[in-house]
């Protein structure tokens, strides 16, 4: 079939039902194709629903030229809400992206100068990250909208940390990770301890002392997935607090947790930046 015979406006009908991905990749059949898949028609259909509104919450107002801009634009992270809050595009999908600022969080005591200590971090989107001075209870909670998210979608969601040269404490005992939307909720143990890479996090799940692992299983065995502190490309560490499948239509409030409250030790060297919500990677992934 020669696609350069279809109607424009039918062409641009059947990619807009594709994705991001399909039609950068059939914008290089022709020119002729090129100016349908590059088309204002098309790339509204892979922007939100909402677009228009979350432009307006930005912090910085955009510029573009054309729709198929705007949506790379968006695939990289813009502050909105006074920047207590990132929103950005998977660029593949074009579902949505957020990180809550360790602002828009509820963590114990972070008010309390004896306990955290709020700072900027050059790396850091934000203008502050808190620091963990020294405590015995540690509780990062974390909620957002369903509804600002895609729909049919499954999320992952990570808090995003750093530790300091003189970080203590912090992995004596596992801390607890949980996600909840609903009555469905997913839980699991973390250890608060660096790795340098995520090839590292993997090689550690399969082959780290023996010995630990077996006191950990027994003591978890059968009730929670245990999980790693990855590195990542910003130079910040990530670590999963776990998934969710947003359905879509309902407003449901997603809480996230990360805590370790049954010790009675003294932990300090935590900075948090934030919790990032990502819709989870397909196996085969694909790039543009």
């Known amino acids: 079939m020669n696609l350069d015979l279809l109607p424009d406006d039918c062409f641009a009908h059947i990619l807009s039902l594709t994705s991001p991905i399909d039609a950068c990749r059939i914008s290089l059949v022709s020119s002729s194709i090129r100016i349908s898949a590059n088309s204002d028609n098309v790339w509204e259909k892979f922007l939100p629903p909402d677009y228009q509104q979350i432009l ?26 006074g920047g207590l809050k990132t929103f950005s595009l998977e660029k593949t999908t074009g579902k949505k992206q957020y990180m809550l600022s360790a602002r828009e969080l509820n963590i114990a005591w972070a008010d309390n100068p004896l306990f955290w200590s709020w700072k900027p971090f050059p790396t850091s989107r934000f203008v502050e990250a808190v620091e963990l001075r020294t405590i015995w209870w540690l509780e990062i909670q974390g909620k957002i ?18 530790f300091v040269d003189r970080a203590y404490g912090l992995d004596f005992l596992p801390s607890k990770v949980t996600v909840e939307i609903g009555n469905v909720k997913s ?27 077996v006191l950990r299983s027994m003591a978890f065995r ?28 309902d407003n449901l409030e997603v809480k996230m947790s990360l805590k370790e409250v049954t010790g009675t030790h003294l932990k300090g060297g935590l900075v948090v930046e934030g919790i990032e919500l990502r819709p989870k990677q397909q196996t085969t992934a694909n790039h543009m």
Not at 145 to 162: A, D, F, H, Q
């Open 187 to 213: 839980e699991g143990n973390v250890y608060l301890r660096q790795y340098e890479s995520k090839k590292q996090c993997l090689e550690t799940l399969w082959y780290s002392n023996r010995m630990e692992l």
């Open 56 to 81: 307006t919450r930005l912090r910085h107002p955009l510029i573009f030229s054309s729709k198929k801009h705007l949506f790379f634009r968006l695939c990289n992270p813009h502050l909105i809400d």
């Open 222 to 249: 059968g009730i929670m997935e245990e999980r790693v502190a990855c590195k990542r490309e910003d130079g910040w560490i990530e670590i999963e607090l776990g998934s969710f499948y947003n359905n879509g239509g």
């Open 145 to 162: 909208n369903s509804g600002m998210l895609s729909p049919k979608t499954t999320y992952e969601c990570y808090v995003i940390v750093k």
